[in-house]
C-alpha cells in the first residue's frame, strides 16, 4: 500500500531551519522561523508560565479526560479575551483546541458541515499555511488583494473592491493584527470600512487572531473582532495562544463561534465539539491549564502582561534598530515600512535571487519571499544584517 505513496520535498521552513543549523560561520542569523526571540537569540519560558506550571505540578490532582471542548475555565477566559463585553456571552460557543491551527481545522470542519458551505476569501498573501489548512479541509478558498509591494503597505481600495464582490453569505478571513506575513493591518478608521463592507454584503467574519498583544495591546489588537461583534449576527475567531503565552510546543489555542442567539449557538457547540471527537477526540491539557491558571489569578495576570509588553517593546525596538541601520548601508532605499509595520513579520522586498545570496554570501537567512522575523534581530547582529542588505540590492 505504502509504496504507491511519493515522497515529498521537506516544507521550506523547516528545510531553512535545518540548512542555518548546520551552517558553521559566524555569524550567521537566522530570520525565517516565526517564533520570538530575545536579544540572547532564545525563546525562553515566561516567567509567568514558569510559575503557573509550578502551581499546577503542587495542585493537579488528575489527568482524567476533560472532554472535546476543553477546559472550561481556558474557554471562558480566551472568550473574555477576544470578544470583552462585545457581545453576549451566551451566544459563543468556544472549544479549546490545540494551537490556533487546530482552531481553523475544527472551524473548517464545522463549516463543511452546513448546508451551503460557503468559500472563504484569503487576503494576498496570507499566512503560507491558511490555504493548505483550510484548502486541505475541504473548503474552497478565493483570494483578495491586501499587500501592494509598491508601497509595501495595504492595497486597501483593491481588498474593499474585492470583497464588495464576495456572494452573500461567503466568509471573509482577516488578521486580526500583525498580518502574517506583511505586518500590515488595516487603521481604525479602514477597519471601519471593511466591517461596513462586510456588514452590507452579509459575509461572514472570519477572524484569525494569532499575535493579540504584538501590536499594540490586548484590547487594541482586538478591535476589529469586538467591533464587528458588535455590528454581525455571526462570527468566528480563531486564538492561539503560542506566541503571546511563547506556548509554541503545547499547542494552545481556542475556536470562537458567535452565533446570532444561545440556541443556535448550543447547536454550533455541539457540533464543534463532535467535529473534534471524530478528529482527535480531545485537545491537549498542559499548556491551556497554564493559561487558565495566569489569566485566573491578578498578579500572574500582571507579570504575563509586563512580559507581554517587554516581547512587544523589543519587536518594535528591533524595527526601529533594522530601519536606522539598513537605511544607513543602503542609502537611497526606501525602508520605512519597517517602522510603520507591527508583530513579528515584514517582507524586506528582496527577490528571490537576492535571498539567496544574502544566505550564500552573509549566512542570513530568510525565507524565499524575503519575509523576516524581527525577533531575530538583535543589537549585536543589526549592523551584518544592514550590510548583508545593501550588499544584495
Ligand atoms: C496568522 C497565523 N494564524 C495561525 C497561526 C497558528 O499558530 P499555532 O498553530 O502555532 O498556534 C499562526 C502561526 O504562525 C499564524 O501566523
Excluded at 484569525?208 to 454581525?232: K, N, P, S, W
Amino acid at each position: 500500500m505504502f509504496d504507491s505513496l511519493e515522497l515529498l520535498p521537506p516544507d521550506a521552513i523547516i528545510g531553512l531551519i535545518a540548512e542555518y543549523k548546520n551552517d558553521g560561520r559566524d555569524p550567521k542569523v537566522d530570520l525565517g522561523i516565526g517564533v520570538y526571540r530575545d536579544a540572547t537569540g532564545a525563546t525562553p519560558v515566561l516567567r509567568s508560565v514558569k510559575t503557573a506550571e509550578k502551581r499546577l505540578l503542587e495542585t493537579q490532582d488528575s489527568k482524567a479526560y476533560l472532554g472535546s471542548a476543553g477546559s472550561a475555565d481556558f474557554n471562558a477566559a480566551m472568550r473574555d479575551l477576544a470578544f470583552a463585553n462585545s457581545t453576549d456571552k451566551d451566544r459563543v460557543a468556544v472549544i479549546q483546541t490545540p494551537g490556533g491551527s487546530g482552531s481553523l481545522r475544527v472551524a473548517a470542519g464545522v463549516i463543511l458541515r452546513t448546508k451551503r458551505v460557503p468559500k472563504i476569501w484569503v487576503s494576498t498573501p496570507t499566512w503560507a499555511n491558511h490555504r493548505p489548512l483550510l484548502g486541505g479541509a475541504g473548503l474552497t478558498l478565493e483570494n483578495y488583494p491586501y499587500y501592494d509591494p509598491k508601497t509595501r503597505g495595504l492595497d486597501f481600495d483593491a481588498m474593499v473592491s474585492a470583497l464588495k464582490s464576495a456572494p452573500e453569505g461567503d466568509i471573509v478571513l482577516l488578521h486580526a493584527c500583525c498580518h502574517n506575513p506583511t505586518g500590515v493591518d488595516p487603521d481604525r478608521a479602514q477597519w471601519q470600512t471593511i466591517a461596513d463592507v462586510v456588514v452590507d454584503r452579509g459575509l461572514i467574519p472570519f477572524v484569525d487572531m494569532a499575535y493579540q498583544g504584538f501590536a499594540a495591546d490586548l484590547d487594541d489588537d482586538a478591535f476589529i473582532v469586538r467591533h464587528l461583534a458588535e455590528r454581525v449576527p455571526q462570527m468566528i475567531v480563531s486564538s492561539s495562544c503560542s506566541k503571546n503565552f511563547g506556548l509554541y510546543r503545547d499547542r494552545v489555542g481556542a475556536l470562537m463561534i458567535m452565533a446570532s442567539d444561545p440556541k443556535t449557538r448550543d447547536v454550533v457547540q455541539s457540533q464543534a465539539n463532535n467535529v473534534v471527537r471524530t478528529m482527535y477526540s480531545m485537545p491537549p491539557d498542559h499548556g491551556a491549564a497554564v493559561v487558565a491558571e495566569i489569566l485566573g489569578d491578578d498578579e500572574l495576570r500582571q507579570g504575563w502582561l509586563q512580559e507581554l509588553t517587554e516581547m512587544r517593546n523589543r519587536l518594535q525596538d528591533m524595527r526601529r534598530l533594522l530601519h536606522r541601520a539598513v537605511s544607513d548601508a543602503a542609502s537611497g532605499h526606501d525602508f520605512d515600512h519597517l517602522v510603520r509595520a507591527k508583530g513579528m513579520f515584514s517582507f524586506l522586498g528582496l527577490s528571490p535571487e537576492q535571498v539567496r545570496r544574502v544566505k550564500a554570501d552573509h549566512a542570513v537567512y530568510m525565507i524565499n519571499s524575503s519575509r523576516i522575523n524581527l525577533a531575530g534581530i538583535t543589537p549585536a547582529n543589526v549592523e551584518h544584517v544592514a550590510r548583508a542588505i545593501a550588499a544584495v540590492l
